[in-house]
């Protein structure tokens, strides 16, 4: 789930308490006596959205998680356990066929984020929503995802409003963003303060696109399964690392390796490990080589499709966090 991390104070004044009444009233405001989807990744945004939700509409709100079939091993699973501990029941929304179709054959990084954010929010959401004749979404929505989309760093799948598409318009239903006005360590907080366990409120940040986007190339079930296996392994290695992020990307070109004394052309992982505090500037995190070296061996024994590992070392800017 990542470190623990440090709390970045966003002034004197911020209190998570006040801040949680006052968005429970303006969502309560809002949504009236209508009914709400909420869309539920697990990571800590939609987590707080989710649970704010809760507390203002209680039975009003729908929950799903969508299995787009791009996410970590266990997740959908996991996710529901967790919520059902807290009183919030979670439906997992079986969409793996509908992504990957969307995905097939598509390379650029810009394109790959479009395909995604239309399966989710024209197909997947739009039904759900239509299903409950319900008015809004509620999603995680952060001030860093509008400042990165606005600014063309990446487009992040979650933005519309801030640059001009009118959900409405677009998709049949409004867009309720509790969150836009805080940056990641600020939601911390918040998620601390609602009783998030520590595992969610700590959690490391995970792309929208999931594992997706870090596969550089086109996507296909069997890349995504590969990256997926590695991630596990780079996770697990790196947990006690202290850093704000880490992950293993797949690259596109296939490279010289040799496996039983002969030539093999195989396939190259990228290990990209961060330390930041809002993901907005990051430092790479000066592992020991003995760990890099662990943590390759690793790779290379358990996935005999990657013959190369290698480690980033360039910040952000002028790199980003995630690859594509």
Known sequence: MGRRIRMKVLSKKFNPHIYISEKVKEIKNMIGDDLAVTALSGGVDSSVVTMLGHKALGNQLKAYFINNGLMREGEPEQVVAVFKKLGV????????????????????????????????????????????????????????????????????????????????????????????????????????????????????????????????????PEKIDLVRKVTLIVENQLRKSGAFQYMAILHNDRVTGMREGKRAYGMQIEIRCWDSLDARKAYPTKLPFSVLTKLADKIVAACTEIVSVTYNIASKPPSTMEAV
């Open 89 to 220: 029941k979670v439906e997992v929304v079986d969409a793996r066929s509908k992504f990957f179709s969307a995905l097939a054959g598509i390379s650029d990084p810009e394109e790959k984020r479009e395909a995604i954010t239309q399966t989710f929010y024209k197909e997947v959401f739009q039904k759900l929503v239509k299903t409950h004749q319900a008015k809004y979404l509620l999603q995680g929505t952060i001030l860093t995802d509008i400042e990165e989309t606005a600014a063309g760093i990446k487009r992040q799948h979650n933005v519309f409003a801030q640059i001009g598409i009118d959900p409405q318009k677009a998709f049949g239903y409004r867009m309720l963003e509790p969150l836009i006005d805080l940056r990641k360590d600020g939601v911390r907080r918040v998620a601390k303060a609602l009783g998030l366990p520590v595992a969610v409120y700590q959690r490391m940040p995970f792309p929208g696109p999931a594992l997706s986007a870090r596969v550089i190339g086109s996507v296909t």
